[in-house]
């Protein structure tokens, strides 16, 4: 069975500090990998994803994440964090399938 | 462009009375149709998953049941309310075609509270 763990439920920095958001998975075969950012009250919309073509991945607003098979992580990093990152992110797992697993979520909290 | 609508927002409603949330998407055909249940600190869980009208896979067993009467409407029901249905209530759809598995974009989520 698929999963998903984000180490930390909560992680803060100070504005200009490094990002780093763990996420970890389990998975039997090569899985499709995504972040999710989700801004107060609002929906989740798409940060990244993996699907095997490379394994550093780039997405929105500075943020990138690394594909590490030899440890099962997914972890997400931005060199320099801003206000405006605050939010929960959310790691999830796909393989084959239209249905995504989450993870349960990283509230970041950027102090200035 | 594709958009997905939820309705309504916010919801405050007594145990034991019905629910209806209800989920559209504009702009793409036979999507794929999914609610999720936010609860805090447990993340996203799927409840509902719909491949085409009428086709519903419920994920886990609950007080909720789901439909899908039009090709891009999905509505989540409940004949009466628990408090533990409170909750961030998403709908999100998928691609058929052109997007590899997993790709979905969400709605802005009713919030229910159940008293």
């Known amino acids: 069975a698929q999963s998903v763990t984000q180490l930390g439920s909560h992680v803060s920095v100070s504005e200009g500090a490094l990002v780093l958001l763990r996420c970890n998975y389990s998975s039997s075969v090569p899985p499709y990998l995504f972040w999710y950012v989700q801004y107060p009250n609002q929906g989740l919309q798409l940060l990244l994803k993996?699907?095997?073509?490379?394994?550093l991945v780039k997405g929105i607003n500075g943020f990138e994440a690394e594909f590490k098979k030899s440890e099962t992580s997914f972890h997400l990093t931005k060199p320099s964090a801003h206000m405006s990152d605050a939010a929960e992110y959310f790691c999830?797992?796909?393989?084959?399938?239209?249905?995504?697993?989450f993870g349960t979520g990283t509230r970041l909290q950027v102090f200035p | 462009s594709q958009t997905i609508h939820q309705w309504p927002a916010t919801l405050v409603q007594p145990v034991g009375s019905p629910l209806s949330l209800e989920c559209t998407v504009e702009?793409?055909?036979?999507?794929?149709l999914y609610w999720y249940r936010q609860a805090a600190g447990r993340g996203l869980q799927l409840l509902f998953y719909s491949v085409g009208i009428g086709q519903i896979s419920s994920e886990v067993p609950q007080n909720l049941s789901a439909s899908r009467p039009q090709d891009r409407q999905f509505i989540l029901s409940s004949k009466k309310l628990l408090l533990s249905d409170s909750g961030f209530y998403l709908c999100?759809?998928?691609?058929?075609?052109?997007?590899?598995?997993?790709?979905?974009?969400f709605g802005e989520g009713s919030r229910l509270t159940v008293l």
């Open positions: 999100a759809w998928s691609g058929r075609q052109g997007n590899f598995p997993g790709e979905l974009f």
């Open positions: 702009g793409t055909s036979n999507p794929n």
């Open positions: 999830a797992v796909a393989h084959n399938t239209d249905k995504l697993i």
């Open positions: 993996y699907t095997s073509a490379a394994t």
